[in-house]
C-alpha cells in the first residue's frame, strides 16, 4: 500500500459536528499537504504543515504533524455540507509526493 | 487568471496509439508533476520536473514519458497505451518542490484505452 494512508476511509457525520481524520507515512518528509477532491475534480489544497511544524490553523481546519509517531491529523470544525468531499494528504520529500488513499467524508443536512 | 491547464478534458483511445496529454501553467512555477488516480485510490505520482530539462520518477513511471523543455509546458506522453492505463490523470505545478509550496492542480484528463 501507499506511504500517507489516511483513516478512517469514509466518515458520515450530521452538520455542525466536527470531524476529524487521520493520515500516517512512512518515510521522511519537507512538509505534509492536505487537499479535497469534489467527485473525481481536480484536487484543491487545504492546509500545509512543514515537517518542523506541530499544528496549523486554517479557517474551520486544524492540522496537527507528529513525526515522531509519523502522523497527521485534519479536523474540520462545525462541518457543513458543502464540506461533503474525499480528503486526501501527501508527504512531500525532494519533490516526490506521495498520495493517501483519502476519506470519503458524508455531511447530512 | 493563475491556472493549470490540460488537454484534451476525456480521450478514448485504441491499444498502441501513440497520444501526448499536454499540461500547462501560467504562474511561473518550477515544479511540475503528473499523477494517475484510479477508482478509490489517491493520486500516484508517475513523473515529475523540478525544473527544465530536469524530470524525475515518480512511483509509476512505467509506459509514459515526459519532457520539459520550457518552464509552462509538462506533457505527458504514452507511447503505446495499453488497457491499464486507462485512468484519471492530472497535471499539477508549485512554486517549488521543497519545503513549502502547495501543489496547484489542472482539471484532470480521462483517459480509456481500449
Known amino acids: 500500500s501507499q506511504q500517507g494512508e489516511e483513516d478512517p476511509q469514509a466518515l458520515s457525520i450530521q452538520e455542525g459536528e466536527n470531524a476529524t481524520m487521520n493520515c500516517s507515512y512512512k518515510?521522511?518528509?519537507?512538509?505534509l499537504q492536505w487537499y479535497r477532491q469534489n467527485s473525481g475534480r481536480g484536487l484543491v489544497h487545504l492546509i500545509l504543515?512543514?515537517?518542523?511544524?506541530r499544528e496549523k490553523h486554517s479557517g474551520r481546519l486544524r492540522v496537527t504533524l507528529d513525526t515522531s509517531k509519523k502522523s497527521s491529523s485534519l479536523l474540520i470544525t462545525a462541518s457543513r455540507a458543502a464540506d461533503t468531499a474525499s480528503y486526501f494528504c501527501?508527504?512531500?520529500?525532494?519533490?516526490?509526493?506521495?498520495f493517501g488513499d483519502g476519506t470519503t467524508l458524508t455531511v447530512k443536512p | 487568471e493563475a491556472q493549470v491547464t490540460q488537454n484534451p478534458r476525456y480521450l478514448i483511445t485504441v491499444t498502441g496509439k501513440k497520444l501526448t496529454v499536454t499540461c500547462s501553467q501560467n504562474?511561473?512555477?518550477?515544479?511540475m508533476s503528473w499523477y494517475r488516480q484510479d477508482p478509490g485510490l489517491g493520486l500516484r505520482q508517475i513523473y515529475y520536473?523540478?525544473?527544465?530539462?530536469?524530470?524525475d520518477k515518480g512511483d509509476v513511471p512505467e509506459g509514459y514519458k515526459v519532457s520539459r523543455k520550457e518552464k509552462r509546458n509538462f506533457p505527458l506522453i504514452l507511447e503505446s497505451p495499453s488497457p491499464n492505463q486507462t485512468s484519471l490523470y492530472f497535471c499539477?505545478?508549485?512554486?517549488?518542490?521543497?519545503?513549502?509550496?502547495?501543489?496547484?492542480f489542472g482539471p484532470g484528463t480521462r483517459l480509456t484505452v481500449t
Open positions: 499539477a505545478s508549485s512554486l517549488g518542490g521543497g519545503v513549502s509550496y502547495e501543489q496547484y
Open positions: 518515510t521522511s518528509i519537507n512538509n
Open positions: 504543515i512543514r515537517s518542523n511544524e
Open positions: 501527501a508527504t512531500v520529500w525532494r519533490g516526490k509526493s506521495t
Open positions: 504562474m511561473n512555477h518550477e515544479y
Open positions: 520536473s523540478m525544473n527544465v530539462e530536469v524530470t
